[in-house]
């Protein structure tokens, strides 16, 4: 998985996100001036590069993440902690794992970054 790291100018924040739509992002977590969106691991960095020169991205490879497979593996009522976004995604972020069949038990935040504390429903299969 390819992730690009953007400054986000004032004003330009629907439009950016937009070209990053346009571009075939598979999602995108916004923070206070930055964006990071989430590419496939098949696109084509050099084209991201150039379509993206102006805001001068910082483009990283990361693995993958199978969140269902990890609700998956988690006993029910089994915890995983989920981190690394700024709280104002951290509604989006739960709403995410709820999908792959965790639930968020409580938000921790520490020096403007949040975590989750996720957990698998008794009810779940495994």
Same mark, same amino acid.
Not at 15 to 24: D, K, Q, T, V, Y
Not at 46 to 62: D, H
Not at 95 to 115: C, D, F, N, T, V
């Given at each position: 998985m390819l992730v690009v790291e953007l400054a986000c100018p004032a004003g330009q924040h629907?439009?950016?996100?937009?070209?990053?739509?346009?571009?075939? #992002?598979?999602?995108v977590l916004e923070g206070?001036?930055?964006?990071?969106?989430?590419?496939?691991?098949g696109s084509? &960095? +050099?084209?991201?590069?150039? %379509?993206?020169?102006?805001? %001068?991205?910082?483009?990283?490879?990361?693995?993958?993440?199978d969140w269902t497979a990890l609700a998956r593996v988690l006993k029910p009522g089994g915890e995983a902690i989920v981190s690394g976004f700024r709280p104002? #995604?951290?509604?989006?972020?739960? +709403?995410?794992? +709820?999908?792959?069949?965790? &639930?968020?038990?409580? +938000?921790?935040?520490?020096?403007?970054?949040s975590a989750l504390l996720c957990y698998t429903p008794w009810y779940a299969q495994t």
């Amino acid at each position: 998985m390819l992730v690009v790291e953007l400054a986000c100018p004032a004003g330009q924040h629907d439009r950016l996100i937009a070209e990053l739509w346009e571009l075939g #992002t598979v999602g995108v977590l916004e923070g206070e001036g930055l964006l990071r969106a989430y590419f496939s691991a098949g696109s084509d &960095r +050099q084209v991201l590069e150039s %379509a993206l020169a102006t805001y %001068a991205p910082r483009i990283l490879e990361e693995p993958e993440r199978d969140w269902t497979a990890l609700a998956r593996v988690l006993k029910p009522g089994g915890e995983a902690i989920v981190s690394g976004f700024r709280p104002r #995604t951290a509604g989006r972020v739960a +709403q995410a794992m +709820q999908a792959a069949g965790l &639930r968020a038990r409580r +938000q921790l935040e520490r020096e403007g970054w949040s975590a989750l504390l996720c957990y698998t429903p008794w009810y779940a299969q495994t």
